[in-house]
Nanobody
Framework: QVQLVESGGGLVQTGGSLRLSCAASGRTFSSNIMAWFRQTPGKEREFVAGIMRNSGSATAADSVKGRFTISRDNAKNTVYLQMNSLKPEDTAVYYC??????????????????WGQGTQVTVSS
């Protein structure tokens, strides 16, 4: 089991930036893919970005490409999501997830076994 703890959420104005962090602990060797998903009330959980811990190969949803960047620090077992040019439609609870797999990274939540508790991001217009 991998424990994931997100931090960095908050309230920001349109056009602003936030950086989310996800610290992993426990059996981290059992997961080589880390990802961020987001969810708003009444909607399904949506893939945002994912990264391979070893190679650093990454992928992102079209809706955030050019604005969000995922990165990792393996020494700290931490994954980051740098979010720039935020829009009101980015408002959601953001979840960190982990799994074991190959590239290309799975983008459906059912493929991920480990989840954090989520952190709220609110973008005001």
């Amino acid at each position: 089991q991998v424990q994931l703890v997100e931090s960095g959420g908050g309230l920001v104005q349109t056009g602003g930036s936030l950086r989310l962090s996800c610290a992993a602990s426990g059996r981290t060797f059992s997961s080589n893919i880390m990802a961020w998903f987001r969810q708003t009330p009444g909607k399904e959980r949506e893939f945002v970005a994912g990264i391979m811990r070893n190679s650093g190969s990454a992928t992102a949803a079209d809706s955030v490409k050019g604005r969000f960047t995922i990165s990792r620090d393996n020494a700290k077992n931490t994954v980051y999501l740098q979010m720039n040019s935020l829009k009101p439609e980015d408002t959601a609870v953001y979840y960190c997830a982990a799994t074991f797999g190959v590239f290309p990274i799975a983008t459906i939540p059912e493929r991920f076994e480990n989840w954090g508790q989520g952190t709220q991001v609110t973008v005001s217009s």
